[in-house]
């Protein structure tokens, strides 16, 4: 049976609460089984290049020696466990591009599968969610969700790209989940025992889209943070239109100057607090006054 967990994070983005949501699921770990057993390995990890991707490939499969470890990225993780680091791409359509990487521990593995999600428009692989998850004994997956070149900050490369906006919503992280649980069965020669993910913000949506979507995909889902109901927020189009050139952007003063005056009129009319000063308590205002 799935276990969903909300937690509420304002203002974090995924990786801001790693490390509280991979302690979770250890107690979930400890708890729905007790210590599991490190199987053999039952293939190497180079044998693993060969597999079969419907619709993708396999772009690497590295046996990578216990120690300091400098991921892609440049980034450099001290003292790893030694692992099988696999690299995939996914084409599901045409206007697709989506990228997983999967560390796996050569040696206590503890049973269980652990996904990860992203952060604001993602567009890269979070190794520091890889590197913690498999420090901690969980073979471990994440995606860049097929957004890139789209950056955590800058969504504009998803804006006319309907198929890249289904990606980033739920198929990249399904994807990942399908794939990933067939390499780690390949490796171990066994199915994980649990598989759980967790994710804020952003990682935090994945994991609200795979309780609606795809309930079978994990035992158990820490969704902290949700940013959900893109559609309706209009957040692709409203960052496209205010970044689209610089004459575009709303200078720091002008945003001021409307916040001030919006605050001035409509900060009390909502049955709010004057001493609650927020944008957010003056929605019912607004609407009443443009009506």
Same mark, same amino acid.
């Given at each position: ?6 937690l509420?994070?304002?203002? %974090? /983005? ?5 490390? &509280?949501a !991979?302690?979770?699921?250890? =107690? *979930?770990? #400890?708890?729905? +089984? @007790? ?8 293939a ?51 206007? %697709? /591009? ?5 560390? &796996?521990? !050569?040696?206590?593995?503890? =049973? *269980?599968? #652990?996904?990860? +999600? @992203? ?60 794939l ?54 209009g ?36 049955g ?20």
């Amino acid at each position: 049976m799935m276990t969903t967990r909300a937690l509420s994070r304002h203002g %974090s /983005f995924a990786w801001g609460c790693g490390k &509280m949501a !991979v302690a979770l699921l250890g =107690g *979930a770990l #400890l708890m729905g +089984g @007790g210590t599991l057993a490190s199987p053999a390995v039952a293939a190497s990890c180079g044998t693993l290049a060969n597999v079969i991707v419907p619709k993708g490939s396999i772009t690497a499969a590295q046996s990578v020696p216990a120690g300091n470890y400098t991921a892609p990225s440049g980034t450099v993780y001290p003292n790893m466990p030694a692992f099988c680091r696999i690299a995939a791409t996914l084409i599901p359509t045409s206007d %697709s /591009f989506i990228r997983i990487e999967l560390w &796996m521990p !050569v040696g206590d593995w503890n =049973g *269980a599968y #652990l996904a990860t +999600g @992203g952060g604001g428009y993602t567009g890269t692989i979070n190794y520091g969610e890889l590197s913690g998850g498999l420090a901690q004994g969980f073979a471990t997956a994440n995606t860049d969700m097929g957004t890139s070149p789209a950056t955590a900050l800058d969504g504009r490369a998803l804006t006319g790209h309907l198929q890249k906006q289904i990606d980033f919503a739920y198929r990249s992280t399904h994807l990942m989940n399908l794939l990933a649980k067939e390499l780690i069965a390949d490796f171990y020669g066994q199915d994980p025992e649990y598989s759980y993910y967790y994710g804020c913000s952003t990682g935090g949506g994945q994991g609200m889209h795979i309780v609606e979507q795809y309930p079978d995909d994990y035992d158990g889902v820490v969704a902290g943070a949700p940013a959900i109901n893109r559609t309706h927020s209009g957040t692709f189009w409203n960052f496209f239109v205010t970044h689209e050139s610089p004459d575009s952007i709303i200078p720091e003063d002008k945003a001021t100057l409307v916040t001030d005056a919006v605050l001035a009129a409509c900060a009390t009319k909502s049955g709010g607090l004057a001493t609650c000063l927020s944008l957010a308590a003056t929605v019912a205002c607004l609407r009443v006054e443009c009506q």
